[in-house]
């Protein structure tokens, strides 16, 4: 059992928190700059305590998890003040690790790869979380935290993290946008958008069971021009820079089988 | 029970073959230009005669299914010899049902909305099938046929399907691509891509209980531009085509935020 204290409210710091507790761990604190969303938080935790200040020498957590905005990191470390027990984690995607190195802390980061909203739960066990740290010691003590929420742990430098979180924006990011003009096409003729469940579920199916360029289907790998010069009319009078995403993405299809012919 | 025949052998007729089977009615002929598939396919039906001529005015069919590539639709129909009785009607979710009015045959359109691969079955009970017919009488026979073996059966106009593939080709095999993309960006580091299912499963379900823009997350929506510029750096040395795929759905994923805003 490790003595937790969480730097941050919002979603990925509230999911945690559940988390961690279930496991058996404690959350010591709270933090967040508005007083009202570390107590929203704590309440909902054994003993935790919610503050507004970045004082925490006096604290006993063992570690410090910073789940904030990655545009707030860098002024709340120059704030924030640890006991000299405590090794500090930020949550990450994009952020190096060193960062840290100005806490004269042992360091490391603990990156869940989900996305997280309000008031929907989770399943963590198979989350992947992605794991660096400073030192053995700490990777260890990462390993132990990480395994007891998840069976999904990986040692993952800062480098290999930036390009995850890349292919993540990609991959689900982008995509979300993509159901977003699905979403604004369907709308105006009153199909919902949750016939295409079966579709997207099947396409996502598929897409996991094998390389996704195996099952691309369409009309662009098709080389279907009429059919795109069709979509692209229609598309053009929902919005130009749709058309263009649509000529692009048709683009990058064709060079990706060609490429793929090209080496068979 | 009706006689249907089948005109194709490939993905989509294999599996409406089956399904239409299990639900009573009874598949007379597959035509295939290559007999083979034509045989192959007919073997796993009750008694269905394979053919590779499109001479069917012997045929017994009340209804036949078109399922073959929209490119090779319009040479079929000159060649395609109906008996008096038959209805017609084809799978495609982009061409006209017009195109079959040259056969003078109650005809119409049978689109189940889906992405059929080989081996893999398909729950058909939640598959939309969109239907269209030259009139009401022919109307009644797709309904029949399409809520045995669906649940979701809607009556969609040729210009509305139009649209529904284009949103279906955006939102599945647009966002296959980017996956794809993903793929490629985390193959070099060895991350299998199955890591992304809970977060990918997890964007979907999201998306499918909201607008997809109310979920939308990532740097492009939170105006991140250092998180930008260091994805458009790492992503150019994989291919300046996602390079710009980025920078155009970032900044599609800036303006629907802020037409967003502007609305409330």
Not at 102 to 114: A, D
């Amino acid at each position: 059992m490790f003595r937790i204290a969480l730097i941050g409210a919002g979603n990925v710091a509230s999911h945690l928190a559940e988390a961690l507790e279930s496991a058996g761990h404690r959350i010591t604190e709270v933090f967040s700059r508005r007083k009202k969303n570390a107590v929203m938080l704590a309440e909902k935790l054994y003993q935790a305590t919610p503050t507004d200040k970045l004082d925490f020498t006096a604290s006993k957590a063992d570690v410090f998890i910073i789940a904030v905005a990655d545009a707030a990191l860098s002024e709340l470390l120059h704030q924030l003040q640890l006991p000299p027990q405590a090794i500090v984690v930020h949550t990450s995607g994009t952020l190096s690790m060193n960062l840290l190195a100005i806490l004269n802390r042992p360091h490391g980061v603990f990156y869940p790869l989900q996305t997280f909203s309000k008031h929907k739960p989770v399943e963590w066990q198979r989350i992947p979380i992605c794991l660096e740290a400073s030192d053995k010691a700490t990777i260890d003590i990462l390993a132990q935290i990480a395994s007891d929420i998840s069976t999904n742990v990986y040692a993952i430098s800062s480098e290999e993290r930036k390009q995850i979180h890349l292919a993540a924006v990609i991959a689900c990011n982008f995509a979300n946008h993509l159901w977003h003009i699905a979403w604004q096409i369907l709308k105006p003729i009153g199909i919902p958008f949750h016939l295409f469940r079966p579709l997207l579920q099947e396409t996502l199916e598929k897409a996991m069971q094998m390389p996704p360029h195996k099952v691309q289907t369409g009309p662009a790998i098709r080389g279907d021009i009429p059919v795109m010069e069709q979509h692209l009319a229609l598309l053009t009078a929902h919005s130009p820079l749709w058309a263009e995403i649509y000529q692009l993405i048709s683009q990058s299809i064709a060079e990706t089988a060609a490429r793929t012919v090209a080496k068979t």
